[in-house]
């Protein structure tokens, strides 16, 4: 029997393959390669699948963070709060700005929670960063609330949302700045690194657009110390082709989530729960068990992969140890830590293939 992987990257390419080497050769054959009318049009196209007045291309999620924590003035000291179970792209973008994240715990959905933001803001909170982990929605009425009554910023990381809705509206335009990531697992994937901005503001926009390009807007022209973060067109006609399909795509993810919510039964297992006006699109499906490492390979066993998004909360990991957070100090952070797993969750995933994944962890016994 096959393996079953986490995920599936080829079944998305053969799915729409004539359009994608369309795409790619008309790139190749331009003799245009970066900043061009590729990019334009999925700009465009990206801003109006959202809502948003403006996108801005950028080169991987993490720059999108980044340069949306630079843009909205984050500098030395200021602090910006930041759910602690998050990847750790979303923490990196805060401390390469020059800030200094502050975590706050997540609830049962996994999303940050919103009755402890405002015991976390203090004289030097400048921003909150949201993070619509897995692909569902955090509650971003109430985030807004928030940050308007404490004259604080908001950037949302929808790197894992593409497409999810809070109450009908897209993520990524409740705040200042929306950022998505177009890593080729993300729901939106390329076929290399990408990301991008979205903005209703002119002004965060243009900064943006020039921060990418060497902090110049007119060429050899510098205002101001910036970087080389660029999507390219390549990456932005591929990521065109799939955009025409997202509603498709998305789709077929959560019929994916409905076959695993109800096939797998199992007392020592617990499923996702979705919140009440949230969507979630299923970037992962995300269980949780208490002895999750010998579910691991009890699966592997089985012909079945599985991964942990995450196993090292940011505020433990190496990376962060000069904040000096003591294990424990983020009790509900590290027990998702240490129980949560991701089961297979693709594009193109088969009947037979989800199948064999709930027989498998509905046998599981411990
Ligand atoms: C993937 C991801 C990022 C970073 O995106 P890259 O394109 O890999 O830099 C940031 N935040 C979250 C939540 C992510 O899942």
Redesign the pocket.
């Known amino acids: 029997m096959d393996r079953i992987m986490t995920n599936r990257l080829d079944r998305g390419f053969y799915r729409y393959q004539e359009e994608f080497e369309a795409a790619a050769l008309r790139v190749l054959r331009s003799g245009w390669y970066i900043m061009g009318k590729e990019l334009e049009s999925f700009e465009e196209a990206y801003a109006a699948y959202t809502g948003a007045k403006y996108c801005v291309g950028v080169g991987?999620?993490?720059?999108a963070?980044y340069l949306a924590c630079r843009a909205i003035g984050i500098a030395a000291g200021d602090e910006v709060i930041v759910q602690g179970n998050?990847?750790i792209?979303?923490v990196m973008g805060i401390s390469m700005a020059g800030g200094r994240p502050v975590f706050v715990e997540p609830d049962e959905y996994y999303m940050i929670d919103t009755e402890r933001i405002e015991a976390a803001i203090t004289e030097r909170t400048k921003a909150v960063m949201v993070?619509h982990?897995y692909g569902q929605t955090a509650q971003m009425r109430r985030v807004h609330e928030i940050c308007k009554k404490h004259n604080l910023k908001l950037i949302e990381?929808c790197?894992?949302s593409h497409g999810a809705h809070w109450d009908g509206q897209m993520t990524g335009t409740f705040g200042d700045i929306g950022c998505f990531?177009?890593?080729p697992s993300?729901n939106l994937g390329a076929f290399g690194?990408g990301?991008a901005i979205i903005t209703d503001s002119e002004e965060y926009k243009d900064r943006i657009r020039q921060l990418r390009n060497y902090g110049s807007s007119v060429r050899y022209y510098n205002k101001e110390v910036g970087v080389n973060s660029r999507l390219d067109e390549m990456q932005a006609a591929l990521l065109s082709v799939r955009l025409k399909h997202m509603d498709e795509l998305t789709a077929e993810r959560k019929a994916l989530a409905a076959v695993y919510d109800e096939g797998i039964t199992n007392p020592l297992i617990t499923k996702p729960a979705v919140r009440e006006g949230a969507e979630h699109v299923y970037h992962q499906y995300v269980i949780r068990c208490e002895k999750r490492d010998t579910l691991i390979g009890y699966l592997k066993e089985r012909g079945i992969d599985t991964i942990i998004h995450y196993p090292v909360p940011p505020h433990l990991s190496e990376a962060y140890a000069y904040l000096g957070i003591p294990k424990g100090a983020l009790p509900i952070t590290e027990k998702y830590a240490d129980t949560v797993l991701s089961i297979p969750m693709y594009n193109g995933m088969t009947e037979e293939e989800q199948a064999r994944v709930v027989e498998a962890v509905n046998a599981y016994t411990a």
């Open positions: 991987n999620g993490l720059d963070l998050t990847f792209a979303s993070v982990l990381d790197a894992q990531s177009f890593y993300k690194d990301g």
